[in-house]
């Protein structure tokens, strides 16, 4: 008899848990599970995404912490980040800051619109690949002998999965033993578009982390700061740096 009960509630939770689960489902393109290779992504990385989505979907949350991605991935932190920081830097995936004006507070939000772009063309060049594949076994089936459907290549090789933050790997490992913890997706970010979109050196940046930490300033827009007062005093090096920064020490005393 207690057995009896034992299944029957077994039953009850199972059931439960199926009810629950139907109202906890996150939606995934398919588009993503079949081109995620098409567009360099490893599996690990095409599952990060898909924790991504159900934060945002199931949890409505548009930008999880690194250690609730680790929770949910095993991942470490650190692996975390460069995956992130790799999906940013190939346009899949961005970081929009909003502001909610009746609280005011200031939040930021993960944006895939890139991955849908990229994944929406995928299925363009498909769509585009069977209309000519048609057109030509038609054209055969007429006696047309033209090239066959051999020409046609469907299922395109995954582009070789070469890691672009590999150059960047250094300074963020620098930046996280001054800092002292993990860096976040948005100093990530910023790190990145010094590198990428102003061109900062790698000793420059260097430089300038050094700079912050003499003066006991160790935080991102500081950084930022001096290298903005470099860039519109023509500091280009290192050396260029440490001659600037001479000078005003030496105005100082």
Same mark, same amino acid.
């Given at each position: @008899? ?18 629950? @689960?139907?109202q ?43 250690e ?9 932190t ?40 990229k ?25 047309n ?36 913890? $993990?860096?976040? $997706? ?6 990145s ?61």
């Open positions: @008899m207690n057995q009896a009960n034992g299944t029957g509630d077994f039953v009850s939770w199972a059931a439960g848990a199926s009810a629950g @689960m139907n906890g489902m996150t939606v995934i393109p398919y588009a993503l599970l079949r081109y995620y290779r098409t567009i360099g992504l490893n599996s690990s990385e095409c599952m990060l995404l898909i924790h991504l989505l159900g934060f945002q979907q199931v949890e409505h949350k548009g930008f999880p912490s690194l609730e991605l680790q929770q949910v991935t095993g991942a470490t650190e692996m975390i980040a460069m995956i992130l920081q790799k999906l940013m830097k190939e346009g899949l995936l961005g970081i929009d800051e909003h502001v909610d004006e009746e609280r005011g507070i200031q939040y930021e939000r993960y944006n895939l619109s890139g991955l849908y772009a994944l929406g063309h995928c299925l363009g060049e498909e769509s585009k690949g069977e209309s000519e594949g048609a057109k030509a076994a038609d054209n055969s089936r007429k006696g002998n033209s090239a066959g459907l051999d020409t046609f290549r469907f299922n395109k090789p995954a582009p070789s999965n070469s890691d672009p933050v590999e150059e960047e790997r250094n300074l963020f490992s620098i930046f996280e033993k001054e800092f002292g913890r $993990p860096l976040s $997706p948005m100093e990530l970010e910023t790190i578009g010094w590198v990428d979109q102003d061109r900062y050196p790698d000793e420059l940046i260097l430089m300038a982390l050094k700079e912050a930490v003499f003066a006991g300033k160790v935080h991102f827009r500081y950084i930022d700061r001096i290298l903005l007062e470099w860039s519109r005093n023509r500091v280009r090096t290192a050396q260029d740096a440490k001659a600037y920064t001479q000078k005003f020490r030496n105005i100082g005393r």
